[in-house]
């Protein structure tokens, strides 16, 4: 009877045993680096640094330095993201000096500017009016030497300069600085301002 009791046991002391390890390989660990430019080596601040799979990390500093303390389990990945460059990751599987990432730059697409006669938002296929349009490639590849000279070959659309630098978008035919015919939005903001009809 006591054999027996002694051989019932043995099974979960041993998987118990077996278990401890695992518990013991998750640490408090502290990750700490810089971030830069890939062309000019200079720090990059505001980059979001993250641990992939889990919900901790940081955001480098004006000098492109970041450091964190997170308990984690080698090997990880650490992930690099910043507006305007590629994202970048990295694998870290033991503890190691500060880390030093360099990011890439891209170009970022911005959303297309839209001159329409139309007061509600539709589609460009359905509206019954004209619709004109300067996206992001036509003021990329257009030899004027500004936006607002570019909008001037948009159907409709007459530029007035109102100072040395300042133009004023109206429509083609009412050669005056004040439009009172046209909408100027930026993120649905109307940029006019009230008594002069002119974008502030």
Do not use: C
């Not at 911005?110 to 490639?137: C, F, H, M, Q």
């Amino acid at each position: 009877m006591k054999l027996h009791y002694s051989a019932f046991w043995l099974p979960v002391v041993v998987a118990a045993a077996s278990a401890t390890p695992a518990f013991a390989q998750t640490e408090l660990i502290a990750i700490s680096g810089v971030v830069r430019e890939k062309g000019s080596q200079e720090g990059l601040p505001g980059v979001s640094v993250s641990v992939k799979g889990a919900s901790v990390g940081t955001q480098s500093d004006v000098d492109g330095k970041f450091a964190f303390k997170a308990k984690l389990r080698y090997p990880f990945v650490l992930v690099f993201n910043a507006i305007g460059h590629d994202t970048q990751e990295i694998e870290i599987a033991s503890a190691q000096q500060p880390i030093s990432v360099a990011l890439e730059s891209r170009g970022v697409l911005t959303n297309e500017v839209v001159v329409s006669a139309s007061r509600v938002e539709e589609s460009r296929l359905k509206s019954p009016v004209a619709i004109e349009k300067l996206d992001i490639r036509a003021i990329k590849e257009t030899p004027a030497p500004s936006f607002y000279d570019a909008l001037e070959s948009v159907k409709g659309v007459q530029m007035l300069t109102s100072s040395l630098t300042f133009k004023v978008p109206n429509t083609r035919g009412f050669n005056i600085p004040n439009n009172f015919r046209f909408m100027q939005l930026v993120d649905g903001v109307d940029m006019q301002a009230a008594t002069l009809g002119v974008p502030l």
